[in-house]
T-cell receptor, first 114, second 116 residues
């Protein structure tokens, strides 16, 4: 089965609201997690990452939370904007640091209503 | 500063044919990874090249092969194409040895392959 998955395939939010995208992973050996954003016709774009020795990391308007107890990862986007509309993927790394071999989930499509 | 560039952007092949996809990594990057992304799915790791050698490989058959050149650019070759090979093929580059830590991948826009 798939090691990384997402709870919801689609998410629709109002512009200005906060968005929360969730992800479950199944491999306890994973120690590095990344969120990517993929807009139509483009390749995945790095958003934020987190190592397993952290439980929270913040970027510009984005926060990633990691709960290793329940193997759950979430991406929070503050004040969601129309430009945030895209498919969001979480990915995990099983090899302790090598970013080349990532396991991606299926993705959540975020739609922002003006 | 050019990012990762891939060619061709779109191509159509028939079953049984062979295809070669090309990738130029981001300036300053020396490691190239290839991913296959089926429609509506997340990318799946094919293999990774560093110092002109395949360093890691995902669960793909031997029909998928690659190469990295001294200038760090890379090719992905797929032989005996199947209908199921239709997908977006993504190239990603990063800097440094694959085991050196959290080197952020930079992805190209991909090559869309359709097999008829």
């Amino acid at each position: 089965g798939e090691s990384v998955g997402l709870h919801l395939p689609t998410l629709s939010v109002q512009e200005g609201d906060n968005s929360i995208i969730n992800c479950a992973y199944s491999n306890s050996a994973s120690d590095y997690f990344i969120w990517y954003k993929q807009e139509s016709g483009k390749g995945p774009q790095f958003i934020i990452d987190i190592r397993s020795n952290m439980d929270k990391r913040q970027g510009q308007r984005v926060t990633v939370l990691l709960n290793k107890t329940v193997k759950h990862l979430s991406l929070q986007i503050a004040a969601t904007q129309p430009g945030d509309s895209a498919v969001y993927f979480c990915a995990e790394n099983l090899y302790g640091g090598s970013q080349g071999n990532l396991i991606f989930g299926k993705g959540t499509k975020l739609s922002v209503k003006p | 500063d050019a990012g990762v560039t891939q060619s061709p952007t779109h191509l159509i092949k028939t079953r049984g044919q062979q295809v070669t996809l090309r990738c130029s990594p981001k300036s300053g990057h020396d490691t190239v990874s290839w991913y296959q992304q089926a429609l509506g799915q997340g990318p799946q790791f094919i293999f990774q090249y560093y110092e002109e050698e395949e360093r890691q490989r995902g669960n793909f058959p031997d029909r998928f092969s690659g190469h990295q050149f001294p200038n760090y650019s890379s090719e992905l070759n797929v032989n005996a194409l199947l209908l199921g090979d239709s997908a977006l093929y993504l190239c990603a580059s990063s800097s440094g040895p694959p085991s050196s830590g959290a080197n952020v991948l930079t992805f190209g826009a991909g090559s869309r392959l359709t097999v008829l």
